[in-house]
């Protein structure tokens, strides 16, 4: 198939709408169709070969692959609905990216803005430094979060990681924000490193592994158990793990899992073990 | 300028003039349907296509406090339908609570001119007036809502029904209101404690008096007023399974108030108030012992509520009804009481085809149309957009139209509720005529408009002309051309200009709102005045002077003398 | 009116300061000045005072650098071109304007293509974050006033914020159920013993930041959960349930927030928590949410904008249509990001009152702002327009904190050609019209 590559042509400073950066745009088009593809720089409706020089090469493999190279964080929707091919950045990219996603892989050599993932049904997404806020979440006042898919973090995430989750797999490198998997219902969120207050808050189900730092265990989670092993994704991680129930003030089922030994602090949980 | 228009050799449906299918020109001048037009008027070529009086809708929460709460509550419901600025229109977003341009834009583009606002608190009522006035195009009215008034209930417990006559006429006038609304009377009140009330002889905390006393003293001071429609009323135990009878003893609470020729009360949305069946999973169409009810007497009218299958929004002064539905449901939840007047809820809904539930609510709303024999009794709505999205009507007019439309509807829904429900039995299909009337002649005549619903001289030139031919075509079998064909008037003409042409926005006015000038003799008048002085300050957290609205407030007002309407 | 030589008292005048909207002051009026304020509050006392203070008096606009006067039609084109040309500009302020600027502001945003929002973004807008979330069950003031036996103020202080509230709507109110202060129980949940805690019957002070904890714990409670932790939010847990209570045995509770909750650790989720709380207790009893307003018609910009694009702030034209993302439309996250090349302000002062990165962007790109006064966003602004002070020399709807709409008066003429901000709005929106069209 085909690899498309696009640089942008200078700095972004006002918004850009990039929905139409996808796989399937981009295939079954001649190079002269893709630069006329309609985005919008900021209140301006142009054509993607007005802000991006765009080159392809014939590929060996049987998808569309679309790179990505250079700072493009003021680019917002990058690989909106995307169901298949691939896409990778080498640079920072904007928010929303990969937003309402089915299928197919992006990959992001930098890091990555809020609403990473948004609403996603499926596919994989990777991001080798940061992530913002929202990743993997649900529009404002809906309850369909993420419904599938994977989205992996090698970097640092912001707040509110998984909001209203409710299918698929996070799993952040190194620490993440206040608010993790807040409302979600079901759906894995394995953090490796640190995370701030109110993880699980108000989960109704769906587990949360963390094998650094709880900075706090929500008072609505009750301990269950102390457990040696904890399956996450494909992984089996070691433990011992605490084993909280909860959110209880939703008559929650969800499981949050800490690592007995990044959270001495947790300790008096033990005394309420049944 | 030349504000002359014939709509020449339509195929013309006006029932209030028993119009049934003629080919004839319409004539306009001004603004209003005349006998004949110069040479030089504009002409609009209608062989072949079905020309009506435009739609008038009397009951569709489109404006205010609560309408905007939900608006506020659910950006996920506007997300992903939206409307572009154009060159002649505004930009907005739809679905089940649009924005104020996009509704009147989505009504027009339907062939509808007049829209009703049937639930306004009377103390927010200013914010109700704020969005009528950016709704575009169309022309408009709204009710203030009475039921559960502290001044109301308090005349009423007396027997003084002057004194409440004189102080409904005062809030018409004050907050520029068309009638009387009623929603589950004292019940709102209960709930301000967080209790209801479930009958019509239950006393209203605090206040010493019943639902069937709010009912009958507010349809005296109606009568006393000569108020231009009748009053409008959502009975007690709204969606509660078994209220159907309560339903019947409301109507029949006034019937013998009634006057020769008149309805004594309007039951709206009535769907919701059909139920037979002790719960759930008992639930049954109680429209059958309704329509036998409605059709015994003279002094009931109905309009019908119809669920279609979609993900909408429920919003009601009832505010009881809404926390219960969301117990039921678990969705968001806002309610928002109103000090000494009323209140309101908001909770999203979603009405599924498997579901047996609202299987057998779709077809109470149904059965209600088609077994009350009177199409100048039962009107179509879908009480927008609790049961279903206005946008939805044309749908609803095919199911009136033709049982094959509802067979085919009815093969998607759940079995269950169907083989329990009278509807596949029912054959009745309703004429164009039928339709005109109950879309349009109808309501305006119960609303007392007495130049709307209609193209007889003198009318309002509001007018609709819908791509089909009702010669031709045959409703019953093609009722997917019907459909098609309401959804986009070919042409909508609003007080003599050309506002819509092919479903499509060409010209933007402003519509009138419509309001009741009530009076009553100074003594009378007096009297009230030395009360509210009293009285008001405990009431109210505002000064009566900043209750009232201004009659300027309004972009165009149209106020209605009661008593010479009919 | 009463006229007592030449002076005028103006009676029953919605007062334009805060959110509570009092609509019983009587304004003395004396050669077009206000002479005195009856039944205003301090705060309210100080704007009338300072009506005259600080006031621009003739348009500005910065030529080569340096600030140079002018008049409106000058001002006026030179915003409609800035305006008419720039990519994605933002139209900022609108909480202390009447709701008939604030429409002819979102015709101008979606003129331009640009995003229009208002303080909500940096005050209560985590409220209505919640709100699309759990919804909220709530009330207009009179209610509180007759019903209410159990008030709690949480994370706000009324006796200086909002100085006539107790009185006028709550604790100290009288209504038709509730005699007075005796008949009515009063709780203050805050960080610190401020003014009002000090007047409470009950005071709990909690750890800075732990609102969410506090109010999970007394939802806990309610459900029947035992807790697990001796101490949460910095109070042993048993205070919790002593709380919950109090909460269930009241006949009618309500809550009044503020920024305590809104702007804390948390933001939009504390008060999730609490409008999941409220939602809650009303299975045991009657009990409501109130969030206590700021500015006296950002309510107001709230239901204009809601109702004409749907959404309550924080609106993005910039593709023809409205879309709402609140931290990524919001106005101080893009200036924060510098993602707006143009800024219009509108009775505010962001350069004081944002973050250090977005005042920072703002002001490196054109401001043109329309304000009574100088203020710090002003004096770095590209055209300055001054514009008369609605509810005292220009009438104008507003919204009180409850939703209840009133209608500001007119009380004396403003400084000499000096013209009302719907004014200058329209004619900045003809002159952009004209502009766009010859494009």
Known sequence: MTKITLKPKRQFSVPIEASVITPENFAAKTMEQIKLLEVWDGNRPTTLGSLFDVSSEPDGGDEMTIFIEGDVSKLRRIGKGMRSGSMTINGPAGMHLGEAMKGGTITVNGDAGSWLGARMRGGTIEVSGDAGDYVGSAYRGSREGMKGGQIFIHGNAGNELGCWMKKGFIRIGKNVSQLAGIHMTDGTILVEGDSEARIGAQMKGGRIVVLGKVANVLPSFSIEEIRNVVRAGEERLPGPFYVFAGDLTEGGEGRLYALKEKNPHLQFCEAYIE | MNDELIIRNGIVVDPANDIDREVMDIAIRGGKIVRKASPSAKIIDASGMLVMPGGVDIHSHIAGSKTNAARVMRPEDHVRDFERKTALTRSGVGHSIPSTFTTGYRYARMGYTTVIEPATPPMKTRHTHEELNDIPIIDKACFPLFGNNWHVMEYLEKGDVDGCAAYIAWMLRSTKGYAIKIVNPGGVEAWHWGGNIRGLDWEVPNFGITPREIIRGLCKVNKILKLPHTIHVHPNNLGKPGNYLNTIKTMDCVKDLAEEGRAAIHITHCQFTSFKGEDWSTLRSGAEEIANYVNKVKHVTIDMGQIIFTATTTMTADGPFEYILHQLQGRKWHNTDVEAETGAGIVPVVYKRKNFVNTTQWAIGLELALLVKDPWRIYMTTDHPNAGPFTAYPRVISWLMSKKARENTMKRLNQGAVKKSNLPSLDREYSFAEMATVTRAATARALGLKDKGHLGIGADADVSIYGVNPKEVDPSNDYRAVRKAMRRAAYTIKEGEIVVRDGEIVKVIEGKTFWADARVPDDMEMKLQSELSEKFQDYYTIQAENYVIAEDYLARSAPIIPGGTR | ?439
């Open chain 3, 1 to 439: 009116m009463k006229i007592l030589s030449d002076e005028l008292v103006i009676k029953n005048v919605v007062c334009p300061f805060c959110g509570c909207c009092c609509d019983d002051l009587e304004i003395t009026v004396s050669k077009n000045s206000i002479v005195s304020a009856k039944n205003a509050c301090a705060l309210s006392q100080a704007k009338f005072g300072s009506q005259k203070e600080e006031r621009i008096s003739t348009p500005r606009e910065r030529i080569d650098g340096k600030p140079l006067e002018t008049n409106y039609e000058k001002a006026i084109r030179h915003s409609a071109r800035i305006l008419a040309e720039a990519r994605y500009p933002l139209l900022w302020g609108w909480s202390c304007t009447s709701c008939e600027a604030q429409k002819i502001g979102v015709e101008l945003a979606e003129e331009v293509g640009g995003v229009i929002d208002n303080t909500t973004s940096t005050c209560h807008g985590p409220g209505l974050l919640a709100v699309h979330d759990i919804g909220e069950s709530s009330c207009t003031l009179g209610e509180v006033r007759h019903r209410a036996d159990l008030i709690i103020y949480w994370g706000c202080n009324p006796v200086h914020a909002h100085p006539r509230h107790m009185r006028r709507y709550s604790v100290q109110s009288e209504g038709r159920f509730r005699k007075g202060r005796k008949e009515r129980k009063m709780i203050v949940v805050d960080v610190r013993n401020t003014a009002t805690a000090k007047m409470a019957d009950e005071f709990i002070q909690i750890e800075p930041n732990s609102d969410y904890e506090a109010l999970t714990a007394i939802r806990m409670c309610l459900k029947g959960e035992e807790l697990e932790q001796e101490k949460i939010a910095g109070l042993p847990s048993t205070r919790f349930e002593q709380l919950m209570d109090e909460l269930i045995n009241c006949d009618y509770g309500v809550i009044f927030f503020g920024l305590g909750l809104t702007m804390s650790r948390g933001k939009s989720r504390n008060i999730d928590a609490a409008l999941s709380l409220v939602r809650d207790l009303n299975s045991k009893t009657k009990f409501l949410i109130m969030p206590m307003r700021g500015h006296f018609n950002v309510a107001g910009a709230n239901e204009v904008f809601a109702w004409q694009t749907g959404y309550p702030f924080a609106i993005d034209f910039s593709q023809g249509y409205p879309q709402y993302n609140p931290g990524d439309t919001s106005g101080v996250d893009i200036a924060a990001r510098g993602d707006c090349d143009a800024a219009l302000v509108i009775a505010s002062d962001p350069i004081s009152n944002f973050p250090l990165d977005a005042a920072k962007n703002l002001s490196s790109i054109p401001i043109m702002t329309i304000d009574p006064h100088e203020t710090v966003t002003t004096s770095v602004s590209e055209v300055v327009m001054p514009s008369t002070m609605v509810g005292i020399e220009d009438e104008g709807t507003v919204y009180r904190m409850d939703g209840v709409p009133l209608m500001l008066k007119k009380l004396i003429e403003p400084p000499e050609g000096v013209l009302p901000d719907t004014e200058i709005l329209s004619a900045i929106l003809k002159e952009v019209r004209a502009l766009n069209r010859g494009r």
